[in-house]
């Protein structure tokens, strides 16, 4: 049985959206939001063919949704909702992972329910509550816990964190063998088309899709494919796309063949962390995206869900490793720290994190053990003593970016190396002028020295800056931030660039000794500066190891009317 509501898909609007409502097994129901014309996901996505955001009702005894829409849906999703089953006798809401396309609607479902007790991990129920700004009712549930809906729909949750985020739990239903798995076998595939009846018209969107969010995780793909095995699958209910059922072992193979290719070829850190402790889970997050930022993969292992066999083997390979600090009191945990600390090898990097969880193992004892077996620190003991903050988040995030480029700095000293030397002197006599970004967001603030920067439309006034990858200040560059622009002074900026291109330690301070005064966007304009610029991103173009970041520029004043641009001049085109 399927319906369709809303405008229909053959007939084109700026933003078409759209509902299928179908059955898609026993008392269970689908309603899935096309959104026909999404061009963009994240910010590394450029989508061909639109997406769907899917939503599920089991109706057993007790009734539970499986996961929302994404917020552009509220109207349409809710009187769908509605129209299927009264919102006040919806007892549940399982929440799968809770980036906005999934969860954007929980905060207006639970005013209109607000009787629905929210069943998600530990770290999902913590993002809800920095989301949704209310009480509700929640049920944190792990790896193995079970809900029974009565009707034999019993629902079994299975962790699969860092896929791709740590939030990620799978929902299994024994009454259906419907596997709920969110982002996890998603694509971005939008059609009316209810399963994977052509896996022609699908395989290139399932590939993009796998590479750009689940492949920098492979070792934690293959983790999640050994939970899944102990159960009978009949179809797996995606968030995102059809769903799957005609083609079930070859989609779940694909995943198996890319993901044990991908972690035979990369170097990976080891983080490892017990998620249920202090503020593991959000530490971890932070860490993990800064490690991305250097396409560096990343295996999550929390220490009271794992075997020794596993971890010896996780740190005898691994090319990094990362300890959260387990509570002193955790049982059994003792073999597993000897473990790590055992199979752990000079040609490693570490860095260590307190959880803030009060009652930590003591950190620097074990970091002098890990140094005198001749580890690399990759960064200072991470101390978290209050709950943490954006900026906390940012320095974390710093953090795994370093540990990230010591991972692979041979790796990027192979690449310059084998850049044509012709070629690569050719680029660098590409000159151009120099200039300082700084951004400030909440109490984060960030610098970077730049010269990739030009002009790039009069009406409006834009500007496009090449922004490298692992840039501490890029994550404050994303669509819809503001910064400034600081253009430096020909014969005044030697003091100034020196400053910036210093190597600053994970949430280090890039403004100490700096004089600034506020931007009205609330970035630090330089005092020094020859000129400024107010911008605010309104593209990202993905360029190799670099963002092409596109902003437009809102204003701007020259300090020193009569003042040159300093030009700068390079001999090869990777360093200044
Ligand atoms: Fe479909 Fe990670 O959200």
């Known amino acids: 049985m399927v319906f369709q509501v809303g405008s229909p898909p053959a007939i084109v609007f700026a933003s078409r959206l759209t509902l299928q409502t179908a059955a898609i097994a026993a008392d269970s129901t689908v309603i899935r939001c096309l959104d026909w014309d999404r061009d963009r996901f994240d910010i590394e996505f450029e989508l061909q063919n639109g997406t769907t955001y899917n939503s599920f009702l089991i109706e057993g005894e007790k009734?539970?949704?499986?996961?929302?829409?994404?917020?552009?849906?509220?109207?349409?999703?809710?009187?769908?909702?509605?129209?299927?089953?009264?919102?006040?006798?919806?007892?549940?809401?399982?929440?799968?992972?809770?980036?906005?396309?999934?969860?954007g609607l929980i905060g207006d479902l639970l005013t209109l329910a607000p009787q629905i007790t929210v069943v998600a991990s530990k770290v999902a129920m913590q993002f809800l509550q920095n989301q949704i700004h209310r009480t509700f009712a929640c049920q944190v549930v792990k790896s193995g816990d079970r809900l029974d809906l009565g009707l034999g729909h019993e629902l079994a949750f299975i962790s699969a964190p860092n896929l791709h985020w740590p939030d990620t739990m799978l929902t299994y239903d024994s009454g259906t063998g419907v596997f709920y798995t969110c982002d996890v076998f998603g694509l971005h595939y939008c059609d009316d088309t209810l399963y994977d009846e052509i896996p022609a018209l699908l395989e290139a969107d399932f590939q993009l899709y796998y590479d750009c969010l689940m492949g920098p995780n492979a070792r934690s793909v293959l983790a999640a494919l050994k939970r899944m095995e102990p159960f009978a699958i009949s179809q797996i209910a995606t968030g995102h796309g059809p769903l799957l059922r005609h083609h079930l072992t070859d989609w779940t193979e694909r995943y198996r063949t890319w993901s044990e290719a991908q972690a035979k070829a990369e170097p990976f850190v080891a983080l490892f962390y017990v998620g249920e402790y202090g503020f593991s889970d959000r530490i971890v997050h932070a860490l993990g995206q800064g490690l991305l930022k250097t396409a560096t993969a990343v295996e999550l292992v929390d220490l009271l869900d794992t075997d020794i066999a596993t971890v010896r083997e996780l740190v005898t390979t691994a090319a990094g490793l990362v300890l959260g600090m387990p509570p002193q009191s955790a049982p059994g945990l003792e073999p597993i720290l000897s473990t790590i600390l055992a199979a752990a090898h000079p040609k490693q990097a570490i860095g260590l994190f307190e959880t803030g969880g009060g009652q930590d193992e003591p950190i620097f004892p074990l970091r002098n053990r890990f140094q005198e077996l001749g580890l690399t620190s990759a960064f200072e003991p991470i101390l978290i003593k209050a709950a943490p903050t954006e900026a906390t988040d940012k320095l974390c995030e710093e953090a795994g970016t370093d540990l990230g480029q010591w991972v692979n700095r041979d790796r990027s000293q192979k690449q310059a190396q084998s850049q044509d030397s012709g070629l690569d002197q050719a680029l660098g006599r590409l000159s151009t002028g120099l200039y300082i970004l700084t951004a400030r967001k909440g109490d984060v603030s960030s610098a970077m020295l730049s010269s990739w920067v030009i002009q790039a439309s009069i009406e409006p006034a834009g500007?496009?800056?090449?922004?490298?990858?692992?840039?501490?200040?890029?994550?404050?560059?994303?669509?819809?931030?503001?910064?400034?622009?600081?253009?430096?002074?020909?014969?005044?900026?030697?003091?100034?660039?020196?400053?910036?291109?210093?190597?600053?330690?994970?949430?280090?301070?890039?403004?100490?000794?700096?004089?600034?005064?506020?931007?009205?966007?609330?970035?630090?304009?330089?005092?020094?500066?020859?000129a400024y610029l107010e911008c605010t991103v309104t593209h990202r173009l993905e360029a190799g190891d670099h963002w092409v970041i596109y902003c437009t520029a809102k204003a701007g004043r020259v300090a020193k009317p009569g003042g040159l641009t300093a030009v700068h001049h390079r001999k090869a085109s990777n360093h200044y």
């Not at 931030?481 to 020909?490: A, H, Y």
Request: negative net charge; proline residues 4%.
């Open 63 to 103: 009734t539970a949704l499986i996961d929302t829409s994404h917020g552009k849906f509220k109207d349409l999703y809710l009187e769908e909702l509605e129209a299927i089953v009264d919102l006040k006798t919806i007892d549940y809401l399982i929440v799968n992972h809770t980036e906005p396309d999934h969860s």
């Open 463 to 530: 500007v496009a800056i090449a922004v490298a990858k692992d840039r501490a200040i890029e994550s404050l560059l994303h669509w819809g931030d503001t910064f400034v622009l600081n253009v430096l002074e020909e014969g005044h900026y030697q003091r100034l660039m020196k400053h910036f291109l210093k190597r600053f330690p994970p949430g280090g301070d890039r403004f100490e000794g700096i004089a600034t005064y506020a931007a009205a966007n609330g970035s630090p304009i330089l005092a020094e500066a020859l």
